[in-house]
């Protein structure tokens, strides 16, 4: 049964959440679910914004059936063509025989790569500031370049101001009937899926983000319409900003992230004596991650967010502790920049761990490495535990002064 609801008078949401998915990608974890958002505009002419992931098509195909009623689909805009928003475009454009496709070329290059059928008498080729008309609505086209993939475009419908931006302001997360980011909590049930979906799905392309920013900076926005996730029609400014933060690398807080990789617990110990160190000084903003139980997408997240990172890991086999190393690879993959950074490290023979770990953060942007790093050799001894003390007073201090 179709479950649709109204965005303005005639723009319909007909997209649909997933809460059965384990992994978005087949990479993140995705406990609260994913939607994918697609939107129904029913002017003079009908258009489709962007279809849906085959794991909602149920749905999506009631939503379209029910919101269109009986009319026929003139449009359908493919903002983006991955395909967890692509992968029923060819089944809408088989039930809906009228509707032409309106993407960039490199899209409709796109879609012959994905599908076989010849689409080309049906396709609309746009570029940067083309401009659709479908009656009281019209619509501008703008290239995103790598707000996730090359193709990437978004759509500024200027009659009711409305931003639909692909990829770009989505969060993981289904949605509970609430489908505006002003009907929810945003900050506290949603930011960290928010900064999450960011940083490991976006999180590389800072600068495309930026030309982005930029590029719909002039616009008048009453509501943005990203492809996952909740709808902002109020305190835009707020997520915008969020975004800025994220992708000029710069962090959110002023925070402490502890992450440490320890097969038997004695550099976890170490880690821990820094934390409360950092707290008995007055810092509150404290995490501590164990890389081996926290999944990698939760760790890089974290890294966006605070400024000064605690890298703490044993020697294993001559080289750093693996899932540390994963880690630290992944951040240096999403081009991480623009943070201060502790190394400890442990071996029981030869301890590499921390000057391994020293050369991969310095071949990511403009990292600064504090001198104080301690290097364990098995358990903390007494004068380690006040080698450790003077680290986290260095980071204490930078953090306070
Ligand atoms: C599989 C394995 C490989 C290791 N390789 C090294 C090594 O190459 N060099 C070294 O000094 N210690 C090595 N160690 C020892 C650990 O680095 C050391 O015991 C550990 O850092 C102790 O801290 P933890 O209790 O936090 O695990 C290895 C340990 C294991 C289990
Ligand atoms: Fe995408
Ligand atoms: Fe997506």
Request: aromatic residues 12%; without cysteine; charged residues 20%.
């Given at each position: 049964m179709y479950c649709t609801q109204h965005?303005?008078?005639?723009?319909?949401?007909v997209g649909a959440s997933d809460r059965?998915?384990?992994?978005?990608?087949?990479?993140f974890p995705i406990p609260r679910g994913v939607s994918y958002n697609s939107y129904l505009i029913l002017d003079e002419k009908t258009v489709l914004l962007d279809t849906v992931d085959q794991a909602v098509r149920e749905r999506f195909f009631e939503n379209l059936a029910a919101g269109l009623q009986g009319r026929p689909l003139d449009y359908v805009v493919v903002n983006h063509m991955e395909p967890d928003h692509a992968a029923t475009l060819m089944d809408v454009l088989r039930d809906y025989p009228e509707a032409k496709v309106v993407g960039n070329a490199k899209t409709v290059s796109m879609i012959g790569q994905f599908f076989d059928g010849d689409i080309s008498g049906r396709a609309v080729t746009v570029k940067e500031g083309d401009t659709l008309t479908t009656g009281r609505h019209t619509f501008t086209f703008l290239m995103a370049p790598m707000?996730?993939?090359?193709e990437v475009m978004v759509t500024y419908d200027a009659a009711e101001k409305v931003l639909f931006s692909a990829d770009a302001f989505g969060t993981f997360g289904a949605f509970s009937?609430?489908?505006?980011?002003?009907?929810?909590?945003f900050e506290r049930d949603w930011l960290d899926d928010a900064r999450r979906y960011y940083a490991n799905?976006?999180?590389?392309y800072g600068t495309q983000v930026q030309t982005l920013l930029k590029k719909t900076a002039g616009l008048d926005i009453a509501y943005l319409c990203p492809l996952h996730g909740p709808i902002w029609r109020e305190n835009i400014g707020w997520f915008v900003d969020k975004y800025q933060t994220w992708s000029s690398y710069?962090?959110?807080?002023q925070a402490v992230a502890i992450f440490c990789g320890s097969v038997y617990g004695h550099t976890e110990n170490a880690a821990e004596i820094v934390a409360n160190r950092l707290a008995e000084k007055g810092i509150k903003e404290i995490s501590l991650h164990d890389v081996s139980g926290t999944d990698v997408s939760v760790l890089v997240s974290e890294a966006f967010r605070c400024s000064h990172l605690v890298l703490a890991s044993s020697t294993y086999n001559g080289g750093i502790f693996t899932p540390m190393e994963n880690f630290l690879t992944d951040l240096k993959a999403h081009n991480f920049q623009n943070r201060t950074v502790a190394v400890i490290d442990n071996g029981?023979?030869?301890?590499?761990a921390g000057k391994q770990m020293r050369e991969l953060v310095g071949t990511m942007k403009n990292m600064t490495v504090l001198e104080n790093s301690v290097s364990l050799k098995s358990s903390v001894k007494e004068a380690q535990r006040t080698e450790l003390e003077a680290l986290a007073d260095a980071l204490a201090a930078e953090l306070l002064g």
């Open positions: 965005i303005t008078s005639d723009i319909l949401f059965k998915l384990a992994r978005f990608e087949n990479v707000v996730h993939w090359p009937g609430n489908l505006f980011a002003d009907q929810v909590n799905i976006v999180g590389k710069a962090p959110e807080e029981s023979w030869a301890a590499t």
